[in-house]
């Protein structure tokens, strides 16, 4: 089959979407002359721009596509643009139903588990893998598994990529000193992934005060009262900069490829902290399958802490039912994850990262 009009579907979030985007770089191996369009939310676009294996980004807005009108609207616009091939790494209502209506030849999705396919929504529905079994984590590994379900890629590229432009690469940032620079990312996505504030803070004062770095804080913008909070708790405010902010995904990833290293609650700014190659210390919320995003990490360069690794008798188990109802209320789970327990990780991942220390 020869595909020249291709598109793939991913309305998720930052770090979904740039995961998403190894659909986009591997495929163009296949079919180098065809048109790629990635269907994502507006606001991932800053770790989707520039990448030149996208030929068009089709952004929406999240709420709008609740929206009936125009959800139809869509789906009337997937089938004018008559692709020859779907790639739904979704596999959600929305997303379901623009395969369905496209009236695309070859239409390949996700069987989620415990849902029977009613209706013809993709030509070839593939299981998500029980098990990671590759170094860059369950997520990448099942899309590059919906590539190959159909296409030989005789290489496989399981890097996600963010690719910045020469202005971008060359731009200063002023407020950043001559010292290594650690980003922390103080707060998660939600609340629900994010670390108690007085914990992240504990984080904060053991690094400013063992090594002589500067500090930025990564917060989204309605979230900067919560930061204040965490900044107020800190003993070492000098080494902390909060003049220096990135305001927007694209900023954020600017400033992070101008950094030494991501601290970080699990989300977006890990993925796109591994995507410009930047060295990573995760800190996962109790009820996060560490399976599926753990990608690359080797206990040097990308390392991590998860309760359950750590407190495996705090946990009955950890299926999806379990996971559910941690997710609802992980405060609980959030107090045993101490920092004295994220040290004992965080500690030698530091050391291996050769920072100056301070003088005493």
Not at 31 to 36: I, L, M, Y
Not at 92 to 104: D, E, I, N, R, V
Not at 216 to 234: R, T, W
Request: glycine residues 4%.
């Amino acid at each position: 089959m020869q595909a020249t009009n291709i598109l793939i579907i991913q309305n998720k979030r930052i770090g979904d979407a740039l995961l998403t985007s190894v659909i986009a770089n591997n495929i163009k191996t296949v079919f180098p002359k065809s048109k790629v369009t990635f269907f994502a939310y507006d606001y991932t676009s800053g770790v989707l721009e520039n990448n030149p294996n996208i030929d068009e980004l089709w952004l929406v807005s999240e709420k709008d596509l609740k929206n009936q009108g125009y959800f139809l609207r869509t789906l009337i616009q997937v089938r004018k643009n008559k692709y020859d091939l779907i790639f739904d790494p979704y596999a959600k209502f929305q997303s379901k139903m623009m395969c369905l209506f496209s009236g695309t030849p070859q239409r390949l999705g996700f069987k989620r588990k415990n849902k029977k396919l009613k209706l013809p929504f993709y030509t070839k529905a593939i299981n998500f893998k029980e098990k990671a079994t590759l170094p860059c984590g369950r997520a990448i590994e099942d899309r590059i598994n919906m590539i190959e379900t159909a296409f030989e890629l005789p290489e496989p590229d399981y890097h996600p990529r963010i690719f910045l432009t020469e202005e971008e690469l060359n731009r200063n940032i002023n407020g950043l000193e001559e010292k290594p620079v650690i980003m922390f990312g103080v707060l998660g996505s939600v609340p629900k992934k994010s670390m108690p504030k007085a914990y992240i803070a504990e984080l904060v004062n053991y690094v400013t005060s063992t090594y002589e770095v500067s500090v930025l804080f990564n917060y989204a913008p309605h979230q900067k009262a919560d930061a204040l909070d965490i900044y107020e708790l800190c003993d070492h405010k000098d080494a902390i900069n909060l003049d220096v902010y990135a305001g927007s995904i694209r900023d954020f990833a600017v400033l992070m490829n101008q950094c030494d290293i991501l601290i970080a609650n699990e989300g977006g700014s890990v993925h796109i902290a591994k995507a410009l190659s930047k060295p990573t210390f995760t800190i996962y919320s109790p009820y996060i399958d560490k399976d599926a995003w753990n990608s690359f990490e080797d206990g040097s360069f990308h390392q991590s802490v998860h309760l359950k690794e750590e407190q495996p008798e705090l946990y009955n188990s950890f299926d999806r039912e379990t996971t559910k109802k941690i997710e609802k209320n992980p405060e609980y789970l959030y107090q045993q994850l101490t920092p004295e327990l994220i040290l004992q990780k965080l500690k030698p991942y530091l050391k291996k990262r050769n920072l100056p220390l301070k003088a005493h």
